[in-house]
């Protein structure tokens, strides 16, 4: 899908207080899930959100694998830290994020304006490689929110053994991956203690 600059609104409104909510002031990470299901439409949708805020140079590096049958829940369940393997075997979707290394392939088509840039980050992997892992990560905040936005809850995960996912959905080594997201609705005692959050005399600095 293509849009004009001409045709977007240079008007913006703050996000209402419910909206707020869901998205960050109750929103909370899921520890266990109902044995409600997630459908591959409501999983189509949250990429559908998660696929528009900003990537350098618009490369977009994350692909998410959906694991969402029992066999593949297996295969994935394996290769998680002992104390992930519960919660992911409860969760109705997973979602593998991983970033492509060969996304750069894509900026023809995702950068027309500066194609070339295709053979700059192929000729700089170091580049590439922190470039893409940088992007990858945002995406990957972004892929959170929006879980919530479609009114589910996620549960990321960086506890599991890389090597032992890459091996076995990717053999092929096409794809690193960065984080996994349980993804449902809340099961049973599904939060923990909500946690501090730093001041903001910590966190902010103003100049
Ligand atoms: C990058 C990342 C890695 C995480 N890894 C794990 C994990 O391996 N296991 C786990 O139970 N929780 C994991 N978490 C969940 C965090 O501990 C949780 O999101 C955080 O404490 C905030 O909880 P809240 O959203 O309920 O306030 C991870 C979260 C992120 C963003």
Do not use: C
Not at 9 to 14: H, Q
Not at 18 to 38: C, H, M, Q, W
Not at 85 to 114: C, G, N, Q
């Amino acid at each position: 899908m293509t849009v004009e600059a001409t045709d977007v609104p240079v008007t913006r409104a703050p996000l209402d207080e419910k909206g707020r909510s869901i998205l960050f002031y109750e929103a909370r990470t899921a520890n266990s899930f109902a044995d409600t299901p997630v459908t591959d439409a409501e999983l189509s949708q949250i990429w559908d959100l998660a696929k528009w805020p900003p990537t350098a140079a618009n490369t977009q590096p994350l692909r998410v694998l959906y694991v969402r049958t029992p066999e593949g829940k297996e295969r994935l369940v394996k290769h998680m830290a002992d104390g992930n393997k519960a919660k992911t075997a409860s969760a109705p979707a997973v979602a593998v994020l991983s970033i492509d290394p060969d996304y750069h392939e894509h900026i023809p088509t995702l950068f027309p304006m500066r194609p070339q840039m295709k053979d700059v980050f192929a000729a700089n992997p170091e580049m590439r490689d922190a470039s893409g892992r940088f992007s990858g990560a945002l995406q990957a905040g972004y892929f959170i929110l929006a879980v919530r936005a479609a009114g589910l809850v996620a549960g990321p995960m960086a506890g599991y053994d890389a090597a032992g996912i890459e091996g076995e959905f990717f053999p092929e080594g096409d794809r690193k991956v960065q984080l996994v997201v349980n993804i449902g609705h809340p099961g049973e005692n599904p939060w923990f203690d909500r946690l501090p959050r730093l001041d903001d005399e910590v966190a902010l600095d103003w100049a």
